[in-house]
Nanobody
Framework: VQLQASGGGLVQAGGSLRLSCAAS????????MGWFRRPPGQDREFVAS???????HYADSVKGRFTLSRDNAKNTVYLQMDSLRPEDTAVYYC???????WGQGTQVTVSS
């Protein structure tokens, strides 16, 4: 399984970005997908996850601002990020379980 993350970039505080994570190879539409992030100088942290049947969980820090969805027909998950803050600056990684597959990361930078 290969995961290709995209959609990162530079945005001003209050702006929006949408990240995508496309799975290819031996994909599993019944798997769970998640996003994690690594802020500068910090450990990787959980952002959001979605189960095969669309149950979504969010970190408290992003609740009400981020929306995670999936399109099983396209083997893709989307992370809509609104009301972005400078503290959201990080490299964002997508992950699929079972199997613990990780994407390559996409940089999100939010300027104040």
């Amino acid at each position: 399984v290969q995961l290709q993350a995209s959609g990162g970039g530079l945005v001003q505080a209050g702006g929006s970005l949408r990240l995508s994570c496309a799975a290819s190879g031996h994909t599993d539409s019944t798997g769970n997908m998640g996003w994690f992030r690594r802020p500068p100088g910090q450990d990787r942290e959980f952002v959001a996850s979605i189960t095969w049947n669309n149950r979504v969980h969010y970190a408290d820090s992003v609740k009400g601002r981020f929306t995670l969805s999936r399109d099983n027909a396209k083997n893709t998950v989307y992370l809509q990020m609104d009301s972005l803050r400078p503290e959201d600056t990080a490299v964002y990684y997508c992950r699929q379980t079972p199997g613990n597959y990780w994407g390559q990361g996409t940089q999100v930078t939010v300027s104040s």
